[in-house]
């Protein structure tokens, strides 16, 4: 008899080629999900840490909160928030860094040839100082010496120059003043610098830097716009000068210092965001599409973190269960080991080996699982750059502790069991452990379930909200509706645009306007003549449409009319929305007439119309107060598009576009399309429960295999003597089905709390959410039970196909 553990631990597997294969299977799926699971979090915990400073860095988010409406918050501030931050705590903040979103379409052109860029930003001098983005050419110190100076991304410095060395290159760009009489304005940038790759894992993502003082567009639009205090168009990022500053502190001291500097500074409410905290702490801020960065709720890297632990559980289990089923059969060879010499600790040592070599195996294993469910991986949204953790050290400890841990948990009770077994008993007979007598086999088998089936309740959840928020009413037209974004060096074409359109035989309809519905709207300063006459100041979602806009959408007016871009009224009138008119005190008809104006640089106008509340956000948020003013300089466009050779249609669209707008690529979007973009997390974390759910479910289903495959052996005997005495297959198969279902349906009556409890939680992120039904918990325990019984037939079935006079020849 050998004493080498391994060889032992070998032979011990091939003697229980079934039980190994079980174990292996379902412990590899575990661990591969598991570690995929925490591949992830690791990627999206590590946003933004690699600047230097990061543990000091803050983003200034803003809160609005009038009397009568919602608070809302996002993350943009005035453009004097950051110079009044910066020098009015001089002993908290060491530096400030400004981000203004220009367009994430921006067209330059080199030697008359337009290049689109992509994001650009206009920033301080001082964004360098900040941030870590390092330069593969030109000096970060100096790169915005010159307020015409613009650094390049390298992939876009190639994609212009077919090289990184271009600094001094000229790069031009033609924009229209709609101040001017329709004037085209030209600017010519110096190309000062070219970024190295911007690291995948930082919320900000962009393709060119501008210097903030030359704002394009923006600087045409509101000129004042730099010394507006109540206009929250630019990301502020404040330095702290050490780790010992207390950001609480400070914050509290912020409204005394601002109310001296900002008229009805009491209307907002700044707070310091830890740029550690911006990818995964910033769901519930609002900002539009005016930034690309793509948040990750870190709610679901929790739900999906329990989702591997779940799987993991349940693949535990099984080893656990069917190991401890074998240790029953191995009764006379611990005996004999313990006759011999063998100590308990020994044998215990001896059984948690073959745990650590099972789990060791597994794990080789599942590595190969991940690589192979790769481009699955990329089908529902997964960041395999993650996958780059794998190569490091610490992984591989990470991989050591968890054989340990792992094979300790998986391995201790039957090794537990085994070491207690007396020689004495055995050799006279006794069979070690039988199933029936373990009782916590059987309290396992409901806990693995009872997680199987709590993922499946929480699939059905999760899919039906997503169903319901992507097919509910938004009080607007959405079908057949294509959208797309002009670019505001293109405001003056909009128009000629639609005309070209309209010329189309499947464009049924078209309308302008300087935002696109579906994702969220930009929060701007809007004044009004209050009901004691005053000039007020609120900062609200605001849109310019054209006086198509609201027929388009079928949007419902409930008083007024609706709003004109001709006649003597051009450009000064208005329409709210039913919650701005209630937070402002109005009724809708008194309402109808009240002054209103967007910037210092328009007239004062009338509200003449008041329309239904329609989300115009994302159904995460309830409804907040809307102002649509009647313009022309618009730069979003959205044409209904006749569905019969659609293909044809938008090959006419494309024509068009490309006729008015040579310059700039033609990217549209549905508005299905955009709704679905919204939701994205969501859906991802569907997709994922559903594929947890599936595993689960399979995992489970495999122990229970092992474990009928040993019941039926077990009671061979009597099956021989029940089908001689008669018994019919179904008989059979429900006598050995019996118990397992039976612990099915008692892990779906834990189950339900449980699910109903997680299901609840998570709806909670949305204002309009479904209510979990009761056939969601039925449905899930059912199917459980159906799949179950399936997976035990097999076994029951052909134990009740055998011939009895084989199981009873001994007797």
């Known amino acids: 008899m050998t004493n080498n553990p391994i060889k032992l631990a070998f032979k011990s597997l091939q003697r229980n080629r079934l039980v190994a294969g079980i174990n292996l299977l379902g412990l590899a799926l575990g661990f591969a999900v598991c570690t995929l699971i925490l591949l992830m979090v690791l990627h999206e915990r590590d946003f933004d840490r690699f600047h230097t400073r990061f543990e000091r860095i803050y983003r200034v988010n803003t809160t609005s909160r009038y ?191 601002l109310k001296a500097r900002m008229t009805q500074s009491e209307n907002i409410a700044l707070s310091l965001q830890a740029l550690k905290d911006v990818h995964m702490r910033s769901g519930k801020l609002q900002d539009g599409e005016s930034t690309n960065h793509a948040k990750f709720d870190e709610a679901y890297l929790l739900i999906f973190g329990a989702i591997g632990l779940f799987i993991l559980f349940i693949a535990c289990i099984n080893y656990s269960n069917l190991s401890t089923i074998i240790a029953g059969r191995r009764g006379r060879e611990i005996a004999v080991r313990k006759t011999i010499g063998a100590s308990q600790q020994s044998i215990v040592f001896q059984f948690l080996n073959e745990s650590f070599l099972m789990t060791g195996i597994a794990l080789a294993l599942s590595v190969g699982v991940i690589f192979m469910l790769r481009p699955l991986l990329i089908g529902v949204d997964y960041p395999v750059s993650a996958l780059r953790y794998l190569s490091t050290p610490g992984f591989g400890l990470a991989i050591l502790a968890a054989i340990f841990v792992l094979g300790i948990i998986s391995g201790a009770y039957p090794a537990f069991v085994v070491s207690r077994f007396l020689p ?195 159904l995460y948020q309830n409804i907040e107060p809307l102002c649509m003013r009647a313009s022309n300089w618009t730069t979003a466009i959205s044409v209904k598009v006749a569905t019969n050779d659609l293909s044809k249609n938008l090959s006419s669209i494309t024509t068009a576009w490309q006729k008015i707008i040579p310059d700039k690529p033609f990217n549209y979007q549905f508005m299905d399309d955009r709704f679905a973009m919204v939701y994205a997390a969501e859906s991802r974390l569907n997709r994922l429960t559903q594929l947890g759910s599936a595993l689960a479910i399979f995992i489970a289903c495999l122990g229970l295999f092992g474990l009928a495959t040993y019941a039926v052996e077990r009671r061979t005997k009597e099956i021989g003597i029940r089908k001689v005495m008669g018994a019919s297959i179904s008989s059979i198969t429900s006598l050995l089905s019996r118990e397992f279902i039976r612990l099915v349906l008692i892990a779906t009556l834990i189950a339900g709390p449980i699910a109903w409890y997680l299901s609840e939680q998570w709806l909670q992120n949305f204002s309009y959410r479904i209510t979990p039904q009761w056939w969601m918990f039925l449905l899930a325990g059912l199917g459980a039970a159906l799949v179950a019984f399936l997976t035990i037939s097999v076994q029951s079935v052909r134990a009740a196909l055998s011939d009895p006079v084989k199981s009873l020849r001994n007797e």
């Open 67 to 257: 009397e009568g409406a919602a608070e809302s918050t996002g993350p943009f501030s005035s453009y004097p928030m950051g110079p009044f931050l910066a020098n009015t705590f001089e002993k908290e903040i060491e530096n400030y860094t400004r981000l203004a979103p220009i367009d994430q379409n921006f067209v330059l052109s080199y030697k008359g040839i337009p290049n689109t860029i992509g994001q650009v930003f206009a920033v301080d001098t001082s964004f360098f100082s900040v941030f870590d983005f390092p330069l593969l050419v030109g000096n970060p110190r100096t790169a915005f010496a010159d307020e015409r100076n613009v650094v390049l991304s390298k992939q876009k410095a190639e994609e212009i120059f077919g090289h990184t060395d271009v600094l001094g290159k000229v790069l031009t760009k033609t924009y229209a003043n709609p101040y001017k009489d329709n004037q085209d304005t030209v600017e010519h940038f110096t190309v000062s610098g070219v970024l190295a790759e911007i690291p995948a894992q930082s919320h900000l993502q962009f393709d060119l830097l501008f210097h903030i003082k030359r704002l394009p567009f923006w600087a045409v639009w509101d000129p004042n716009m730099i010394n507006n205090w109540h206009a929250q168009a630019t990301l502020t990022y404040v330095c702290l000068r050490n780790d010992n500053v207390n950001v609480a502190a400070l914050q509290k001291k912020i409204p005394k210092k």
């Open 424 to 618: 004495v008993k055995i050799f006279r007979g006794g069979k070690g452990l039988e199933m029936r007598r373990s009782k916590l086999i059987p309290a396992l088998v409901v806990l693995q379930f009872t997680a199987a089936i709590v993922l499946v309740v929480c699939t059905l959840v999760s899919s039906r909200q997503l169903n319901f928020v992507l097919k509910s009413d938004m009080g607007y037209a959405t079908d057949q509706i294509l959208v797309a974004d002009l670019g505001m060096s293109n405001i003056f074409k909009s128009q000629v645009l639609k005309e070209e359109l309209e010329k189309i035989p499947g464009v049924e309809e078209v309308a302008l306007s300087d935002q696109t519905l579906g994702v969220g709207l930009m929060q701007n300063g809007v004044k009004y003549v209050s009901k004691k006459g005053k000039l007020e100041h609120i900062a609200i979602p605001r849109i310019a449409v054209d006086q198509n806009f609201m027929g388009f959408y079928q949007m419902k007016l409930v008083a007024g009319k609706g709003i004109s871009t001709e006649g003597p009224a051009k450009g000064n009138e208005y329409l709210i929305n039913e919650t701005l008119a209630k937070q402002l005190g109005w009724t809708a008809q008194e309402a109808i007439g009240k002054q209103m104006r967007y910037t210092e640089m328009v007239d004062m106008g009338q509200i003449v119309g008041v329309v239904k509340d329609f989300h115009f956000n994302n």
